[in-house]
């Protein structure tokens, strides 16, 4: 009868899982991608990452042995995969990683036991097919090896420390290992060497390392120290791909049933042929193993960005991304390639289908961002390296590889990969010094106005004698109505007519100047007699509403007077509308950023959006990181420069929200309301109900920069930026300065950091020389001083006053009285800022006698008019009285005398 064995992937996943179980071992989920309470590490890289407290005994289990199926992430720091991606059959950024764990219950006698059983028992591989590694000094394990497994000295190699001594990484619990290979056969050999062997460790492709049994024995500290851990433990890794390609017997990783529904789908998507994809397979491997490590990542709250985890997940997406382009997608494609990541693999890691549409939503926003940029990218890349070659260059410069990447959103690893494709390299030290010049910026901070509250009262009247009670409101119609003047109001009260100088509240029946609402300013700019001269001129300084239907148009008569009745022109300042739209269009966009950031459970708390300005509040629970900050800015740029078209266009309010258009809870809506959109036809990104005026596109905004980011209260955060021509103006303004300062400096604007930080340095040098030079004069002053010790009733006295500049001259100096007398009293005097300062002291052998240098310093303050006090031993103090310091200091050995007799009395 023949035994079942696990053929699939999930069936051999679930089949190591449980046979562990069967032997004492706890099932213990997955841990997150993203290392809980371990800054070491940017990803979890090994299944031993969320026991390795338990390794180094800070903490304990409610077991002693372990088996999981660790997510597992390799793409920076010692373990750097990302670029063998694709070409590779072996590498992954994402992989799952079966593991076994002891923690001071059995050690390699049984790890090696297991190991063996595994995978010549329960999984059925020829025990002729393995050889083993043991590190070069590990008799115990070797001796298990050979003599209770029964391999041939032969099959068991003694390897050194680069292949046989693991750690997590440069810190963390390590030991020695024994590596199981799987032999594919002389067939599979690579090299080329009649005595290929395992021991050769060239990369043959004969041999698969399947299995890591390391041996905890050490802790490594950051200078390379090893300490034996507290109890030692065993923690066995092996990857589920390398594994599930033996056992399917596939030639690389890639064919087998972990990747091939992915190919599947990306070949269905692409409508390639099988001759096709074969010939395309690194494209297709590296988006089949991205699409991976991208729904992973973000189903543990990885989100794109620029720093960290965050970059190495935009990285990886765009990688893909690029990759697509090869295989010739024009569109997003990546979400509908992790549809499929997601339902084969959902079933193991519930937490797939559990943020299904938070994935999917992430990685089509990042990928249609990165799409926008993309195509400027390449272009503007092709034209550098174009004309490097025509120049003879093989460098790309640094700062042309940064601004690609700050501008247009162009990965670097992206430009070092394509100017390789031509032979160049990239100048890494220039884009790390442009980076560092961006980082270098400061923020410009921000105040915004108040708005002024108005009495609504008196105006009721006034909108009873307007046609069909209400002002026709045309702000949506341009920046010019011509009207008449309903009515006047100064103070609040009605009038017939305004002359100069008069502050003044205008009525007509038609305006096309917006009133503040939904968080944007009030329009601003005049209305003119409608004549061919116009006899009066009032300036709209504000706008308001007083009562439902009625708008006034608040101001000054600049000339001439205004009567009711007559005919006039209302003109908008449309340039400081334009600015306004610029912020409020901004607004929008960032809004979306925020929430496709930092998540949907972002809504706006509240805004204004100003001329000069606009300010944001949003539901968030922390406090953004700078790298957070960074990215905002940079997506809602990304946004501007793509030139996406802004509509508006009217709606019924429940149809307006059932396509998913957001609605403020803090603003009322009617039955037909304003949908604001922007984004191309079929891909509108953004969607809110707004009433406001904006740009026609998105590049009209310009520049967006955030000045600052701060709390507002309890789960909501503000920010504050610039946009336009106020952007503009910081820029500039922050580029003069830089200008001045180089010029004050001497030194080319992209030195002047370097030439502060020298200066700086040059600072601290010279204020350390000088304290040691203060430290000489005060010690030869002193040496001089000891020739004024009195004694006084048998306790040698010094009271005198000194050159010391400050405190802490002082008492330094009686600390070298006390060193050197032994027993005796000091009161020291000094200018100080133009005031008298004292510090005295007492040995404790005269503290005994009833000394106090509290009340003593106290006492000679006094003579100043001053006061001070501290302890029986050490004290200070200070006055007002300067010419009186020498005077008081005269009276020290009295004082002395006074407590000395005051104690004998007692």
């Known amino acids: 009868m023949s035994v079942q064995r696990p053929k699939t992937a999930a069936e051999i996943r679930e089949a190591f899982l449980q046979f562990f179980e069967a032997r004492g071992h706890t099932r213990v989920p997955s841990s997150p991608l993203v290392p809980v309470g371990d800054d070491t590490l940017l990803f979890t890289n090994a299944g031993m990452v ?11 289990r409610p077991y002693l042995r372990a088996t999981s199926s660790q997510k597992c992430m390799r793409v920076s720091g010692k373990h750097n995969d990302l670029e063998e991606v694709g070409p590779s059959p072996r590498h992954h950024t994402f992989f799952e990683m079966l593991g076994n764990f002891s923690f001071g219950d059995y050690f390699k006698r049984d790890a090696i036991h297991y190991a063996w059983e595994c995978l010549t028992q329960l999984y059925g591989i020829p025990p002729d097919r393995l050889v083993v590694t043991v590190f070069h000094d590990d008799d115990e394990a070797f001796r298990v090896w050979h003599e209770e497994i029964g391999l041939p000295a032969e099959r068991i190699m003694r390897m050194g420390e680069k292949t046989n001594f693991w750690s997590m990484g440069d810190t963390g619990p390590c030991g020695p290992t024994s590596e199981l290979h799987y032999d594919w056969g002389p067939q599979a050999c690579t090299c080329g060497r009649p005595d290929c062997s395992v021991a050769l460790d060239n990369g043959c492709g004969r041999w698969l390392e399947v299995w890591n049994l390391v041996f905890m024995q050490f802790n490594q500290a950051a200078d390379g120290t090893r300490t034996r851990l507290p109890q030692p433990g065993v923690d066995t890794g092996m990857g589920l ?83 697509g382009r ?20 959902g079933d193991a890691y519930p937490e797939l289908r559990e943020r299904r549409d938070f994935i999917l939503r992430n990685i089509e926003l990042e990928e249609e961002r990165f799409l926008r940029t993309l195509d400027i990218g390449l272009s503007l890349l092709d034209g550098l390296v174009q004309r490097l070659k025509a120049e003879g260059g093989t460098v790309l410069p640094g700062v042309e590889a940064f601004r690609l990447w700050d501008t247009y959103g162009f990965p670097l690893d992206l430009t070092r990969d394509l100017a390789a494709e031509h032979g160049l390299t990239v100048d890494m030290a220039g884009y790390r010094e442009a980076l560092e010049e961006q980082r270098q910026r400061a923020r410009a901070a921000a105040q915004f106005g108040a708005v002024t509250e ?29 009207s008449y003047v309903a009515a006047l109001l100064v103070d609040g009260k009605p009038v017939d007519q305004a002359t100069a100088g008069q502050a003044v509240e205008v009525v007509l029946p038609t305006t096309p100047f917006y009133v503040e609402a939904g968080g944007q300013v009030s329009d601003t700019g005049k209305i003119v007699q409608e004549a061919a001269q116009p006899a009066w001129e009032v300036e709209v300084t504000d706008m308001a509403r007083p009562v439902p239907g009625l708008i006034t148009h608040v101001g000054v008569v600049k000339h001439g007077a205004v009567r009711v009745g007559d005919a006039a022109r209302a003109e908008v300042d449309m340039e400081r509308r334009f600015d306004i739209m610029r912020n409020h269009t901004a607004t929008h966009i960032l809004h979306a950023e925020l929430r496709y950031i930092l998540g949907t459970h972002v809504h706006q708390a509240g805004s204004l959006v100003a001329p000069d300005r606009l300010r944001f509040d949003f539901t968030h629970p922390t406090m953004l990181r700078e790298e957070e900050l960074r990215l905002i800015e940079q997506s809602v740029n990304d946004a501007i420069l793509a030139d996406y078209p802004v509509r508006a266009r009217w709606s019924g309010y429940r149809e307006a929200l059932a396509e998913g258009a957001m609605a403020l809870f803090s603003e009322k809506y ?51 930026a610039v946009t336009g021509r106020a ?11 830089l200008q001045r300062a180089a010029s004050f400096l001497g030194v080319p604007e992209t030195e002047v950091d370097r030439k502060v930080l020298g200066l700086l340095d040059q600072v601290s040098t010279q204020q350390k020389e000088i304290a040691h030079l203060r430290e000489e004069l005060a010690r030869y002053e002193f040496e001089a001083l000891k020739q004024r010790v009195v004694h006084v009733d048998g306790v040698e006295v010094l009271a005198a006053q000194v050159a010391a500049a400050d405190m802490n001259t002082m008492r330094q100096m009686t600390d070298w009285f006390r060193d050197q007398m032994g027993s005796g009293v000091v009161v020291l005097g000094a200018a100080i800022a133009g005031k008298p300062n004292f510090v005295a002291a007492v040995t404790p052998d005269l503290v005994a006698r009833g000394l106090h240098a509290g009340e003593l310093v106290k006492a000679v303050a006094q003579r ?33 005398k006074k407590q000395l007799a005051g104690q004998k009395s007692r």
């Open 241 to 323: 791909e390398r594994l599930v390609s033996v056992l399917q017997n596939a030639p690389s990783n890639y064919d087998t049933d972990l990747f091939l529904p992915i190919m599947a789908r990306l070949q269905q998507l692409a409508g390639h042929s099988d001759a096709q994809r074969r010939a395309r397979y690194v494209p297709y491997r590296a988006i089949a193993d991205h699409s991976r490590a991208m729904a992973f990542l973000i189903a543990d709250g990885v989100l794109p960005g620029n720093e960290g985890r965050s970059y190495i997940l935009r990285l990886i997406l765009r990688r893909a991304a690029r990759f």
């Open 864 to 896: 100043v008019g001053g006061s001070g006090g501290g302890k029986p031993t050490l004290a200070q103090a200070g006055g007002r009285d300067l010419a009186g310091m020498r005077s008081a200091l005269a009276e020290v050995p009295a004082l002395v």
């Open 670 to 720: 009617g039955d037909v309301v304003r949908v604001v959109e922007i984004g191309e036809p079929g891909n509108v990104w953004s969607k809110e109900l707004c009433g406001g005026t904006h740009v026609d596109s998105t590049a009209q905004i310009g520049i967006f920069h955030i000045v600052s980011e701060g709390s507002v209260g309890s789960n909501a955060r503000r920010i504050e």
């Open 454 to 482: 108005r009495d609504l009262s008196p105006y009721l009247a006034v909108l009873n004698r307007l046609p069909d009670r209400s002002v026709d409101h045309v702000y949506l119609s341009g920046g010019q109505a011509s």
């Open 50 to 60: 969320q026991f390795k407290n338990t390794f180094l005994g800070l903490e304990k």
């Open 326 to 345: 090869l295989l010739g997608f024009q569109e997003p494609f990546l979400a509908r390639v992790a549809e499929t990541v997601i339902e084969s693999m």
């Open 727 to 737: 952007a503009y103006e910081l820029i500039q303004d922050r580029l003069n300065r």
